[in-house]
C-alpha cells in the first residue's frame, strides 16, 4: 500500500458544527502532516506530527485540533470554523521526521471544505 | 525564517519549444522537492533532490540542485499539451514549505 487515504472527499459544515477529518497511512512511515491550500494558493503547513507526537503547530487558530491516535492515522477536529476556512485540507506522510526517502512526502487526495 | 520563491508564476508555451522554472530558498537544509498539480487534485510527486549537483530526468522534465546558489530548476524539454498543470517546489526537512507555484500553460 502506497498511498495517503483521505475521507470525507468533499464537507459541507455550519459554523457551529463539529466535524473531523480523516487520514490513514499504512506505509510505515512516521511523520504525518497537514496542510491548508486555499484556490489559486500553495499548500500551507498546519501541523506535524512525529512518532505520534505534535512537533510543530504553525500557529493555527485552536478550532482546528489535531490528534493522532496511533502512527497510522491522523485526524483534524473542526469546530467553530469561518467561512474563510474553506479550503483543500491535504494530508501527507513521509517515512521519518527529516523527510527522508527517495519519494519525499506522499500526499493524500485531500478533503475539499465548504463552511457555510 | 525558510522562505522559497519561485518564478515564473505564469508561464504559457508553445507545444515543443523549451523552457526553465526556477525555484531559490532561504535556508542550509538541502532537500529540495518538485510537485505537480492539476485543476481540483493533489499533489503528485516530481522529484527529490537531495544533494549539490543533483539531476533527476522524467520524460519531458527534468530538475536540478544547486545548493551553493540555493537554487533549483525544473527544465521542460519540447513541451506537449498534457504538460499544462502548476508545478511547485517545496523546501524543508520536517517544515516543507512551498514555492509560490507556476502556472504552466502549453498550447498548440
Known amino acids: 500500500d502506497t498511498e495517503v487515504t483521505q475521507t470525507p472527499k468533499h464537507l459541507v459544515m455550519g459554523m457551529t458544527n463539529k466535524k473531523s477529518l480523516k487520514c490513514e497511512q499504512h506505509?510505515?512511515?512516521?511523520?504525518m502532516y497537514w496542510y491548508k491550500q486555499k484556490a489559486k494558493k500553495p499548500p500551507e503547513l498546519m501541523f506535524v506530527y512525529s512518532y505520534e507526537k505534535l512537533s510543530i503547530n504553525e500557529s493555527v487558530p485552536s478550532r482546528f485540533s489535531p490528534e493522532c491516535p496511533n502512527s497510522s492515522l491522523l485526524n483534524l477536529h473542526l469546530h467553530a470554523l469561518q467561512p474563510e476556512d474553506s479550503a483543500l485540507y491535504l494530508c501527507a506522510s513521509s517515512q521519518d521526521f527529516s523527510g527522508q526517502g527517495i519519494h519525499g512526502y506522499t500526499f493524500g487526495s485531500g478533503t475539499r471544505l465548504t463552511v457555510v | 525564517e525558510l522562505k522559497v520563491e519561485q518564478n515564473p508564476l505564469f508561464l504559457s508555451m508553445q507545444e515543443g519549444k523549451n523552457y526553465t522554472i526556477y525555484c531559490n530558498y532561504s535556508?542550509?537544509?538541502?532537500?529540495l522537492y518538485w510537485y505537480r498539480q492539476d485543476p481540483g487534485k493533489s499533489l503528485e510527486s516530481l522529484f527529490v533532490?537531495?544533494?549539490?549537483?543533483a539531476v533527476k530526468q522524467e520524460g519531458r522534465l527534468m530538475a536540478s540542485l544547486d545548493t551553493k546558489a540555493r537554487l533549483s530548476t525544473l527544465h521542460i524539454t519540447a513541451a506537449v499539451h498534457d504538460l499544462s498543470a502548476t508545478y511547485f517546489c517545496a523546501h524543508g526537512g520536517n517544515d516543507m514549505r512551498f514555492g509560490a507555484g507556476t502556472r504552466l500553460t502549453v498550447k498548440p
Open positions: 535556508t542550509t537544509s538541502d532537500r
Open positions: 533532490l537531495l544533494s549539490n549537483g
Open positions: 506505509m510505515g512511515h512516521r511523520a
